[in-house]
């Protein structure tokens, strides 16, 4: 079976903010024409189920692809953003001088965010959730196709499990907005089909001058 991971288009907030569960969040103009972009690349496959967070940057992004494919968009709290409490809603460049930052880059796994859940506890609920889709599709299907739509930390922790990697190594996988990364599963071992991609081209591919070596926590903006 084949799971197709799509993070949510571009808002207003990303890559300035931590947006976290904050509510009332949509899609500006570029993540709706990214979505609509997606959607037909999509529009060929045969996809049997969408799932999304419950948050509306990824409900609008999912509600897009359902659009064209046909299928209906599944809510799954699962795949919900990590919870980040205290964080919520602060410009990342004021996260970035907090004494927590080092650990969420270097050791993810013990990042607990103060009000909120550990990173761990984030991985835990969405691959939990991916093994539970699975079985579930699989006894419906031969070769199932399905879709997330879910946000930059939570992809990164699923595609660091079925690469085999310990959480602290998913701050190496980039994932951009509406960027579509797939795997495919099978009874004996996971295969990363793709990661990351964004439609081809070579946009993001020269290093911006401010680099540091941070990942962006949530995910950043991309090239926007």
Not at 82 to 95: A, D, F, Q, S, V
Request: proline share 5%.
């Amino acid at each position: 079976m084949t799971l197709l991971l799509v993070r949510h288009g571009l808002t207003a907030a990303t890559g300035k903010t931590l947006a976290g569960w904050t509510p009332g969040i949509h899609l500006d103009e570029r993540g709706r024409a990214q979505a609509a972009a997606l959607a037909q690349r999509l529009a060929s496959l045969r996809v049997d189920a969408i799932v999304s967070s419950p948050l509306e940057r990824c409900v609008e992004t999912a509600q897009a692809v359902a659009d064209t494919v046909g299928v209906p968009v599944t809510v799954d709290e699962r795949f919900g953003e990590c919870r980040y409490g205290e964080w919520t809603g602060r410009p990342l460049t004021e996260l970035a001088k907090d004494d927590l930052w080092p650990v969420v880059q270097a050791y993810p796994s013990a990042a607990r965010f103060p009000g909120g859940e550990s990173l761990a506890e984030t991985a835990h609920r969405a691959v939990s959730a991916v093994h539970d889709y699975n079985t579930r599709l699989l006894a419906q299907h031969d070769t199932p196709v399905y879709l997330v739509c879910s946000h930059g930390d939570v992809i990164k922790a699923i595609l660091a499990d079925a690469l085999g990697l310990h959480l602290d190594q998913f701050q190496r996988i980039q994932i951009d907005p509406c960027s579509l990364s797939a795997v495919r599963y099978t009874r004996l071992r996971p295969f990363v089909l793709r990661i990351n991609d964004v439609g081809g081209g070579t946009a993001g591919l020269r290093p911006p001058e401010d680099a540091t070596g941070d990942a962006v926590v949530g995910g950043g903006a991309g090239e926007a």
